[in-house]
């Protein structure tokens, strides 16, 4: 079967090959396949009207940063699904706000996130998390600290990457 994962159309279906649901549109992780992007922008939907940025950071929020799909999936995704007729989107604050359809009620299934809880060792799951909500403080202290609290964060990282270097170094 020939695939051609960059036309519109063809987004239901995933990418074959070596790279399974990685490479363009798969992100970081790459093991949902590329179809369930629609599935999961349903699933969000269908509890509350959201911005295309708020979907992506619920999918990884809710795989504990195992599954983060790229904007360059999410976008052409929410535009074909707006074509379809299954969402609309209105302008707010110079933002768009995608709210499901009732005829997109009728399409929407069971998340896809239930999926990855079943491939998922529980402590990494707990390790993902961990690191999600680490780089979510990290950017914050960035964005809003302090040059001396920026300094103490850097200086706690670095430490804190020794640390874990020496726990792989134990026998």
Same mark, same amino acid.
């Given at each position: 079967?020939?695939?051609? $994962?960059?036309?519109?159309?063809?987004?239901?279906?995933?990418?074959?090959? =070596? !790279?399974?649901?990685?490479?363009?549109?798969?992100?970081?992780?790459?093991?949902?396949?590329?179809?369930? &992007?629609?599935? @999961? &922008? %349903?699933? %969000?939907? @269908?509890?509350?009207?959201?911005?295309?940025?708020?979907?992506?950071?619920?999918?990884?929020?809710?795989?504990?940063? &195992?599954?983060? $799909?790229? =904007?360059?999936? &999410?976008? $052409?995704?929410?535009?074909?699904?707006?074509?379809?007729?299954?969402?609309?989107?209105?302008?707010?604050?110079? +933002?768009?706000? !995608?709210? %499901?359809?009732?005829?997109?009620?009728?399409?929407?299934?069971?998340?896809?996130?239930? #999926?990855? #809880?079943?491939?998922? #060792?529980?402590? #990494?799951?707990?390790?993902?998390?961990?690191?999600?909500?680490?780089?979510?403080?990290?950017?914050?202290?960035?964005? @809003?600290?302090? $040059?001396?609290? +920026?300094?103490?964060?850097?200086?706690?990282?670095?430490?804190?990457?020794? +640390?874990?270097?020496?726990?792989?170094?134990?026998?």
């Amino acid at each position: 079967m020939m695939m051609k $994962p960059h036309h519109r159309e063809h987004h239901h279906r995933h990418r074959s090959g =070596p !790279f399974g649901g990685g490479g363009r549109g798969g992100g970081r992780g790459g093991r949902q396949r590329r179809g369930n &992007v629609r599935a @999961a &922008v %349903l699933s %969000l939907l @269908a509890e509350r009207p959201m911005h295309g940025y708020e979907i992506i950071q619920e999918i990884a929020r809710r795989t504990g940063g &195992v599954w983060s $799909p790229s =904007p360059g999936s &999410v976008y $052409p995704t929410l535009q074909m699904l707006a074509d379809e007729g299954l969402i609309s989107a209105e302008e707010e604050g110079g +933002k768009r706000l !995608f709210t %499901l359809t009732e005829h997109g009620r009728t399409e929407h299934t069971a998340p896809p996130w239930r #999926d990855i #809880d079943i491939q998922l #060792d529980p402590v #990494d799951g707990e390790l993902r998390t961990a690191i999600t909500l680490l780089g979510s403080a990290m950017e914050q202290i960035s964005h @809003a600290g302090t $040059p001396e609290q +920026k300094a103490r964060a850097a200086e706690l990282y670095n430490e804190l990457r020794r +640390k874990l270097y020496a726990i792989l170094a134990e026998e």
